[in-house]
């Protein structure tokens, strides 16, 4: 199996601060890897670099075999993005969403059409396709979003924290559904989440990153083996610690920054 994401020694400095700290690591085609770390260890800065918002300060990155800061567009394309803070258009219906995204994307007219119809069934949203998003609950709202990140065909999807502040009936539904799609189309799923029975219940593979660097990586049942743990949380705060770490920037404002770009 080839290797969709591949990282090569990445570091990035905001002056004397390094954020990420000389980082390797690789995404098999198909894969489902979580990358798991406190708050400002270096979750989202690594998801900028790889998502093009962010210049890395040493390293490479490959994204299905291009490099995303030379190649952007086309990287681009490669990959569908479903940040932690909502990004609908709450006043537009679900299909109006979707055709926003279909448009921004440059994809035919017949293709929209047919991607909107399979995604919105797959994501059991086809019944309310005509319905303000404003009336949607957070659960559907979540779907939506992700089934708005897949309609280009992308190859790799990033989550970050996709699941956050939904009830575990929602969160349930919603990794069904994402499992169905990542199998029947071979998507290649990077997520970040604070659930960690959600990334034991998804993840083939899981990277824990800290203070900039990558602390392990592995299966869930291997973190916990090299860690005398029973569970993934328990392995996570062996390998991480216990002390409280302040935020990290939002999310909202990696969107912003990533839509500009993209009109650029």
Not at 50 to 69: A, E, H, N, R, V
Not at 116 to 123: I, K, V, W, Y
Not at 234 to 254: H, K, M, P, W, Y
């Amino acid at each position: 199996m080839s290797a969709m994401i591949e990282v090569q020694s990445l570091s990035k400095r905001f002056g004397a601060f390094t954020a990420v700290d000389n980082i390797s690591f690789s995404v098999q085609t198909g894969e489902v890897f979580a990358f798991l770390g406190p708050n400002g260890a270096g979750k989202t800065t690594t998801i900028k670099m790889l998502t093009t918002l962010l210049q890395p300060s040493g390293g490479t990155i490959l994204l299905d075999g291009l490099d995303p800061q030379r190649r952007q567009r086309e990287a681009r394309q490669r990959f569908g993005i479903v940040f932690q803070d909502p990004s609908l258009e709450s006043e537009l219906t679900a299909a109006e969403n979707m055709e926003l995204h279909g448009v921004l994307y440059h994809m035919p007219r017949k293709l929209r059409l047919e991607r909107t119809e399979r995604l919105l069934r797959m994501f059991e949203l086809w019944e309310r396709r005509k319905e303000p998003v404003k009336r949607f609950s957070g659960g559907m709202k979540r779907r939506l979003e992700i089934a708005r990140g897949l309609l280009h065909t992308p190859r790799i999807l990033f989550l970050d924290e996709p699941t956050l502040g939904l009830d575990p009936q929602s969160r349930n539904q919603l990794w069904t559904h994402v499992k169905a799609l990542n199998q029947e189309e071979h998507v290649t799923v990077f997520l970040t989440t604070h659930y960690m029975e959600e990334a034991e219940r998804v993840a083939e593979r899981i990277a824990v990153i800290d203070h900039g660097k990558i602390v392990a990586l592995g299966s869930p049942q291997e973190l916990k083996q090299n860690t005398g743990t029973g569970s993934l949380e328990q392995a996570f705060l062996a390998l991480t610690g216990t002390t409280i770490r302040d935020e990290s920037a939002g999310a909202a404002d990696q969107l912003r920054q990533f839509a500009r770009m993209w009109r650029r």
